[in-house]
């Protein structure tokens, strides 16, 4: 089903003014049927019970804002845009999501035709109005932290935010039986459906693109591709509901608690390798220089052994974790 503007003019205002007007007529040809015993009593009578009648067509839409109507089950349009409209009084608006309140913007109690009477503990009586409109603003879904398994099988507590917005209001309302529950679902879908692509981490042989060779993805270090993958596996699920994706993100990443403190040890150590690594190669490079400025100015002599053990102190101290203490030789080289 697509949808289709229904054909009327903001013409609410002058059916408003003319109803007005007819009501008061009513009460005029009430008041002078019964001074000259007329049947213009009852006229006025059948006036001012159906005169009322009219004021049920009358819809008021505020900007980004649209009415999906149907008459006595038959989808006849979506009312789009701002304006006082006046459409058929049997028409009833149709918005299966009205009081579905997820963690998203746009869930707020706004007015419009159903009413919802509920009785708080003090016994008085609290009316909630739940609005049939349909808004066509951007907003935004939460739909919390969750916990999944890498493709590692690490445990990780991910969330994400959805910016969404409907564009086609018939198949918002038709096609599936409620639009918000649907993109929550999806979202959750699509989440579980991309994370089990990538590891948190950077790791080995692993193929987070499909084409059959290991590259450096991770959910940690390609939070942008990841994001992206994410929005486009949700876009493809609501695409037949009438929704748009405008952008997923992730808000929240880290291991699950109980492997946290392992996979914390687990980097630091991978951090202090590195940074051994790098220590000892400077160290080397030191070395190899001072051999080769040592031998190319001749200022000393040495024979392999010497130079072994040259070799030796000079790696203890420029690779020790503390200040060498120096040791001052007084006597012979030999």
């Avoid at 993805?217 to 748009?244: D, T, Y």
């Amino acid at each position: 089903m697509t949808e289709k503007i229904y054909t009327t003019h903001k013409n609410g205002m002058a059916v408003l003014l003319l109803d007005i007007l007819l009501l008061i007529a009513g009460i005029g040809l009430i008041i002078f049927g019964a001074a000259h015993y007329t049947p213009f009593f009852l006229l006025g009578i059948l006036i001012e019970c159906v005169g009322w009648f009219p004021l049920c067509g009358l819809k008021v839409l505020k900007p980004q804002e649209a009415l999906v109507l149907t008459l006595f089950g038959k989808y006849k349009g979506t009312l789009r845009g701002d304006g006082f409209y006046y459409v058929n009084p049997f028409c009833s608006a149709v918005n299966p999501a009205a009081g579905t309140k997820l963690a998203q913007s746009g869930d707020t109690q706004e007015r419009g035709s159903g009413l919802n009477a509920m009785l708080t503990g003090s016994g008085k009586a609290q009316v909630q109005i739940e609005s049939k409109k349909i808004s066509l603003k951007d907003m935004t879904l939460s739909n919390g932290r969750q916990k999944i398994n890498d493709c590692l099988g690490n445990p990780v507590d991910i969330g994400i935010a959805v910016i969404w917005r409907v564009t086609d209001t018939a198949k918002a309302v038709f096609n599936v039986d409620n639009y918000k529950e649907y993109l929550s679902l999806q979202c959750d879908s699509a989440l579980r459906n991309i994370v089990r692509i990538y590891p948190y981490d950077v790791a080995n042989n692993v193929d987070t693109t499909g084409d059959g060779v290991a590259d450096e993805g991770s959910l940690r270090g390609s939070a942008e591709v990841v994001a992206e993958r994410i929005k486009n596996e949700i876009q493809s699920k609501v695409e037949n509901a009438g929704l748009e994706i405008v952008e997923a993100r992730i808000t929240y990443l880290a291991y699950s608690a109980e492997i946290a403190s392992v996979m914390l040890q687990r980097q630091q150590a991978s951090a202090i390798i590195d940074a051994r690594k790098m220590i000892v190669d400077g160290a080397v490079g030191m070395v190899e220089m001072a051999l080769e400025r040592l031998n190319d100015k001749q200022l000393v002599d040495l024979d392999e052994e010497r130079k072994a053990a040259m070799v030796s102190n000079l790696l203890v101290v420029l690779c020790g974790n503390h200040d060498a203490q120096p040791i001052v030789n007084t006597g012979s080289l030999y």
